[in-house]
C-alpha cells in the first residue's frame, strides 16, 4: 500500500539554524499539506500546497517557513532561522482529487536547542 | 471558520466494553468530518470520514461515527474494545467544498484499554 514518508524521523538543531523537513508524499496524489503538534497540543494546520504554489497557510506559516516540491516527488517544508518554540513533531500529508482524506506520513520530530 | 472540540482527554474502557469518544465541530459551512488514530511512534491513520450521503459512517477496525447536524457532533463508536485500540484518537473538520481542504483538528482523546 502506498505510504507518505518523511526524513529524517528525528533533527535535534541549535537556535538560528535552518532546516529541512523532507516528505516524500503518495505518487499520484495533487495536495500537498504540513502540520505540526507541539508536545501536548493539537495538530495544527501549517500549510497547504497545489499546482506548484502554496494554496493556503496559517498564521503560524511566517516569513521564517517555505515549502518547495524540487522535483516532483519531495516535497520540502524549511525552516530559515529556528526558534525554541519551533519544537514539535511536524507532520506531512498528502490527498488525491477525489477522495478528501488526506494521507499522513509518521512525522519528524523536530528538537531546537 | 472551522474549530473541533473533544470532550474527555483521556478515556478508559474495559477490555470488550463500549467505546465513546466524543467531538463537536464549529462550521460555518457544511462541513466534512474525520477521525484519525494514532498509535506509539506512528502516524495519523484515517479511521473514518463523512461527507454527504449516509450520516452514520463505518469505518477501520468496528469503529462508527454518526453525523448529527442538529448536535454538531460527530462521536466515534466500537461496540466492543479490544486492547489494539488504545491509541490517541483525534477528530478533525475540513471546509467541505472544492479546494486545498485544510484539516483543524482537536486536541485528541487517550483510550486506554483495561483488560
Known amino acids: 500500500e502506498p505510504e507518505v514518508t518523511q526524513t529524517p524521523s528525528h533533527q535535534v538543531t541549535q537556535m538560528g539554524q535552518e532546516v529541512i523537513l523532507r516528505c516524500v508524499p503518495i505518487?499520484?496524489?495533487?495536495?500537498f499539506y504540513w502540520y505540526r503538534q507541539i508536545l501536548g497540543q493539537k495538530v495544527e494546520f501549517l500549510v497547504s500546497?497545489?499546482?506548484?504554489?502554496?494554496?493556503?497557510k496559517s498564521e503560524i506559516f511566517d516569513d521564517q517557513f517555505s515549502v518547495e516540491r524540487p522535483d516532483g516527488s519531495n516535497f520540502t517544508l524549511k525552516i530559515r532561522s529556528t526558534k525554541l518554540e519551533d519544537s514539535a513533531m511536524y507532520f506531512c500529508a498528502s490527498r488525491g482529487q477525489g477522495p478528501y482524506e488526506q494521507y499522513f506520513g509518521p512525522g519528524t520530530r523536530l528538537t531546537v536547542t | 471558520a472551522q474549530s473541533v472540540t473533544q470532550l474527555g482527554s483521556h478515556v478508559s474502557v474495559s477490555e470488550g466494553a463500549l467505546v465513546l469518544l466524543r467531538c463537536n465541530y464549529s462550521s460555518s459551512v457544511p462541513p466534512y468530518l474525520f477521525w484519525y488514530v494514532q498509535y506509539p511512534n506512528q502516524g495519523l491513520q484515517l479511521l473514518l470520514k463523512?461527507?454527504?450521503?449516509?450520516?452514520l459512517v463505518k469505518g477501520i477496525n468496528g469503529f462508527e461515527a454518526e453525523f448529527k447536524k442538529s448536535e454538531t457532533s460527530f462521536h466515534l463508536t466500537k461496540p466492543s474494545a479490544h486492547m489494539s485500540d488504545a491509541a490517541e484518537y483525534f477528530c478533525a473538520v475540513a471546509r467541505g467544498q472544492t479546494g486545498a481542504n485544510n484539516l483543524f483538528f482537536g486536541t485528541g482523546t487517550r483510550l486506554t484499554v483495561i483488560p
Open positions: 505518487s499520484n496524489h495533487l495536495y
Open positions: 463523512y461527507t454527504t450521503g449516509a450520516t
Open positions: 500546497f497545489y499546482n506548484n504554489e502554496i494554496s493556503e
